[in-house]
């Protein structure tokens, strides 16, 4: 059984989208890691479109577009300013090694695809497959937020968590209704807006982004 | 029509607050708005005793006995804790802890958080729901700083990353849930209103169901501060200024347990199963024995009622995870008592602290001679939550308690435990903050705790005497979640 | 059957014979992009002749282990060579040509290596093989990671029907399949001791992997061992070209097909040497303990390309 070639584009996208993932855990660079994920939300962009012009569901173009302009052009913009700003694109070894984070990862894809595995037989989707590759996407952003100590990574990390999420919909449900992804994206786009607030003012009261610093309230 | 006023009041509320600035009288309008809120949720609520549930808006909204019934709590506890937070935060900006642009920063995010969770609470669409509790979270973020103390600031940090990966996963579990819905519902806008998956959801597909349950659950359960996703909930509540405190206590966990509600119902009509409620039984009754213990370490005293919001909402959890008309009729009263206690409590906290100028419980002591109105309210308050009988917790543990005896009795010695251990150590905190010797003179000007006693008096009259057409209310929500 | 034999007979020869000219090629293409001016294509023909024709040097300390394990390794990679199906599929020694069979021999050759290389005793021979050891620890499982993620596709470990389904199949876009190749790529560079995890032109101790397992061979022992270098690199090519490249190769029994067979591969060869040469050219050395991290890659993309097999294409 061979699919048609739009679909097996959108698997090699999903896959795409798998391996920028694990590109991102493996990142130490902040202005790196912000390319990854506007490569990420570009890969995401057209698969949504290659979606909605193979299923004729319109209003995926409106996903697909706003997407490319938040993700590929206008987050990363602000993203790289800040970074620019704030002066903080040195290299940060995260908490837990590379390669440890690597293999963490590829268990966690394994563990997803299991999860996804009787989904994807029941669905009815053609590209029901990619759930698998969604949840394994989410999943991987998650160890991305919980090994980073640093601010901005892991805001890209819950990003990248919901270009995932947003992957989820697209592929295996050809898109939530459109009112529902656009509240999706009003709030992405005020929580990010929130965030940059919340990382100048953290700057301002630490004289750093290193979450580092931020370990007082804890339980005695 | 009155859904409309509902929703409209608390956004234009926002907006023009936001404009108002710090010109004068921004807390009295901060008050109006929500008292007009408050109307306009007892005229819906008239409505819906009256009529029934109903359906507006081409179906984007739906109102019936038990979402109605959060409305008017919501909308209440709302417009009491504006009345209480105009001399709080005129204090609190005397003390220097505030400026106008912060004070503006609050009356608006405040009404906007109300918005949401109206929102959340009356729309039809779980997908709008998300959308809505991603919101209330998001105002409420930058108010859980709002002192920018390095202290403030990581709470709201911890708080914003906690709670966003929990409803990004709340995400993916609507997203399943649209995924099982849109074989039967086909695609489009249809598919995700609650109504016409309640109308179908013995169709459902049940592998995905229960997985999407799982989503929702952890989703909206950290934001409920279930264990052991909670550790957001006690910084983010000892950190914020107290009227924040108070309503993200006695509101947000309820709005987001009720989103859990609602899939539950859906689950359980799916799968014909006990899954989802023994899932959330398991976490409700941890959390409700971990937040006892936790309780018992504290030396702050908005962390300890904060360990004690964990406590209560697992129990409620827990009892809405049993099931059957009485249990979910105990969870429902429950939410009422706790929410009015809890705000009260913290309400009264708040000037406790401001007068001490600490939250270290060892550094505030004779309440009672220094001012005995706070004494005496937080006194009454704490009784009323630990389930001391006059008070209406007392009923509505007595019922969920009961009621675990007669359906799990396995659970109720540590129900039993905990709240036992949670009794001993927050009335041992209290009794010396409230009776202890002092050397601090009496204060010159009375705090105004209206709300705290408005709020003790309803817990205890209903604690006393629940009138008939509520009994009746509570009974038809109960019927409503699966008896 | 005799036809068979002939042509397998033919291509192990050609391999080998063939296998110092690709070396010199990509010398060649090398010299070219970094604006030096190349020694000739030939170069590793006459520097084995050179090699063959002086007298062996040996340590006295040395054991026969020593002397027999360039013949051994020069075996080892022959064989390989022989196996990969270049220009024909389906040769009388197919049956052998399994590709775990194929790490197997790989492996032994290594060890020979590595065990001749601390025969001495010297400090360099000791620390070039326990590097050795380090890369091919991690090279050899993310080489069985690639095979099994082909052998999936083809529901077998044996190269000639692997070859047979890819290049006889509809179209169609493997993303697993891509993967596998990416790290295959990263393996070869790994294993053939080329930038970025060794340098195979230079002798500085503190980088040096390779080179410092052969600086006690000399003359026809050498000789051997860079005449199995560049039979190692023809492999991995060929190998390379079987499974990711394969359309060309001549399937069974079919004479008129192999000219054609052969000119294609020659012009694949071509153009992979000339990949190879560039992708050196514009890469640095990393730092031996950064080869690791290289490597984790590689077996990363590996075992991802293996599980998007089972997700996306089954």
């Not at chain 3, 027999?68 to 990679?77: D, E, H, K, L, T």
Request: charged share 10%; with cysteine; aromatic share 10%.
């Amino acid at each position: 059984m061979t699919l048609a070639y739009h679909l097996q584009i959108v698997n090699l996208l999903a896959a795409l989208l798998l391996l920028i993932s694990f590109a991102m855990l493996s990142q130490r660079r902040v202005v790196a890691l912000v390319t990854l994920f506007a490569w990420q939300g570009a890969a995401l962009a057209t698969s949504t479109a290659i979606v909605a012009w193979s299923t004729d569901q319109h209003h995926l173009y409106y996903s697909a577009a706003l997407t490319l302009l938040l993700k590929v052009i206008a987050m990363p913009w602000y993203f790289y300013r800040l970074v620019r700003k704030l002066n903080v694109n040195r290299v940060v070894e995260p908490m837990i090694n590379i390669p440890t984070t690597m293999l963490i990862g590829i268990v966690l894809v394994i563990f997803a695809f299991n999860l996804a595995l009787p989904i994807s037989e029941i669905s009815g989707t053609v590209t029901r497959s990619t759930l698998g590759i969604a949840m394994a996407i989410v999943l991987l952003s998650f160890l991305m937020m919980i090994t980073r100590t640093k601010a901005i990574p892991q805001v890209i990390g819950f990003l990248a968590m919901e270009n995932g999420l947003f992957f989820a919909a697209t592929s295996a449900t050809y898109g939530m209704p459109l009112v529902v992804e656009l509240g999706v994206a009003l709030d992405v786009l005020v929580g990010v807006f929130v965030l940059g607030i919340f990382i100048f003012q953290i700057r301002e009261t630490f004289d750093s982004l290193d979450l580092k610093h931020m370990e007082k309230l804890r339980e005695k | 029509m009155e859904i409309f006023w509902l929703l409209g009041i608390p956004l234009a509320g926002g907006v023009f607050l936001a404009l108002w600035g710090s010109r004068r009288h921004a807390p009295e309008i901060n008050a109006l708005f929500s008292l007009a809120t408050l109307l306009a949720a007892a005229a819906l609520t008239h409505r819906i005793i009256e009529d029934g549930p109903m359906m507006v808006g081409a179906g984007w909204f739906f109102i019936d006995s038990f979402n109605v019934f959060l409305v008017a709590l919501t909308a209440f506890v709302a417009f009491t804790t504006a009345l209480f937070s105009r001399p709080y935060m005129r204090i609190e900006q005397e003390h220097g802890r505030l400026n106008d642009k912060r004070l503006r920063l609050y009356h608006s995010s405040y009404q906007i958080f109300i918005g949401a969770m109206l929102l959340a609470l009356t729309t039809n669409n779980m997908g709008i729901l998300w959308v809505a509790m991603e919101a209330a979270t998001l105002a409420t973020v930058l108010l859980v700083s709002l002192y920018r103390t390095p202290a403030s600031l990581e709470a709201a940090w911890k708080y914003f990353i906690l709670c966003g990966v929990g409803i990004a996963l709340a995400l993916f579990g609507t997203i399943l849930l649209y995924f099982a819905a849109e074989k039967i519902l086909g695609s489009g806008g249809t598919a995700l209103l609650w109504t016409h998956l309640n109308g179908v959801k013995a169709q459902l597909e049940p592998t995905v169901l229960s997985l999407a349950f799982v989503f929702l659950l952890v989703g909206y359960g950290t934001k409920v501060g279930l264990a052991p996703l909670h550790s957001w909930l006690p910084d983010a509540h000892a950190e914020g200024p107290t009227p924040v405190s108070a309503v993200l206590s006695g509101l947000l966990l309820n709005v987001a347990l009720y989103a859990v509600m609602r899939s539950k119902v859906l689950v359980d009509g799916a799968l014909g199963t006990d899954m989802a409620g023994n899932l959330m039984m398991g976490f409700g009754l941890f959390s409700v024995v971990l937040a006892a213990f936790m309780i018992k370490r504290q030396t702050d005293v908005k962390r300890m009622f904060a360990y004690s919001s964990i406590e209560h909402m697992g129990l409620i959890t827990f009892a809405f995870g049993m099931g059957g008309a009485v249990a979910n009729f105990a969870a429902l009263l429950h939410m009422t008592m706790h929410s009015l206690t809890k705000s009260a409590i913290f309400f009264a906290v708040g000037h406790a602290t401001q007068k001490a100028g600490t939250q270290l419980m060892d550094d505030i002591r004779g309440l009672i001679k220094t001012n005995p109105t706070i004494g005496w309210g937080l006194m009454l308050g704490t009784i009323a939550i630990l389930g001391v009988p006059p008070f209406g917790v007392f009923a509505s543990e007595f019922l969920i308690i009961t009621t675990a005896m007669h359906e799990h009795p396995w659970a109720t010695p540590f129900l039993l435990l905990a709240l036992g251990v949670a009794f001993a150590s927050i009335f041992g905190r209290v009794q010396p903050m409230v009776f202890g010797e002092t050397e601090l003179p009496r204060l010159p000007h009375q705090p105004a705790l209206a709300p705290v006693f408005l709020h003790l008096g309803l817990v205890l009259m209903l604690g006393l005497f629940i009138p008939p057409y509520l009994a009746d209310w509570y009974r038809q929500a109960a019927e409503l979640l699966g008896g | 059957m005799s036809t068979g034999i002939l042509l397998q007979l033919a291509q192990s020869l050609l391999a080998i014979l063939l296998a110092p000219l690709l070396m010199g090629w990509v010398n060649q293409c090398r010299a070219w992009l970094q604006g030096r001016s190349a020694p000739p294509i030939t170069q590793p023909y006459r520097t084995l002749r050179k090699l063959f024709h002086k007298d062996a040097v040996i340590a006295h300390n040395a054991s026969p282990l020593f002397r027999f394990a360039p013949y051994m390794i020069f075996a080892c990679m022959a064989l390989a060579a022989g196996i990969v199906p270049t220009i024909a599929n389906d040769l009388p020694f197919s049956p052998a040509a399994d590709v775990i069979a194929l790490v197997g021999i790989f492996a032994l050759a290594r060890v020979f290596l590595a065990l001749a290389a601390m025969d001495i005793g010297s400090p360099f021979g000791t620390l070039g093989a326990r590097r050795e050891m380090l890369v091919s620890f991690l090279a050899e499982p993310a080489l069985l990671m690639v095979f099994f993620t082909a052998s999936f596709i083809a529901q077998s470990t044996e190269l000639p029907v692997i070859v047979q389904t890819l290049a006889h199949r509809e179209f169609a876009i493997y993303p697993s399949i891509s993967f596998a190749a990416v790290a295959f790529w990263m393996i070869s560079v790994a294993e053939n001791a080329r930038i970025p995890v060794d340098n195979p032109s230079t002798h500085l101790e503190l980088t040096m992997i390779h080179e410092a397992m052969i600086l006690e061979y000399s003359a026809r022992h050498l000789a051997l061992i860079e005449w199995a270098v560049a039979l190692k690199l023809f492999t991995y090519s060929t190998l390379g070209i079987a499974l990711f490249l394969p359309w060309g190769i001549a399937p069974q029994g079919d004479i008129a097909a192999l000219p054609l067979a052969l000119l294609v591969m020659i012009a694949k060869l071509l153009l992979g040497g000339a990949a190879l040469a560039f992708l050196e050219t514009i890469s640095a050395k990393v730092r031996l303990f950064r080869a690791p991290e290289f490597l984790g890659t590689a077996f990363l993309l590996a075992v991802l390309g293996m599980l998007i097999h089972f997700l996306l294409e089954v």
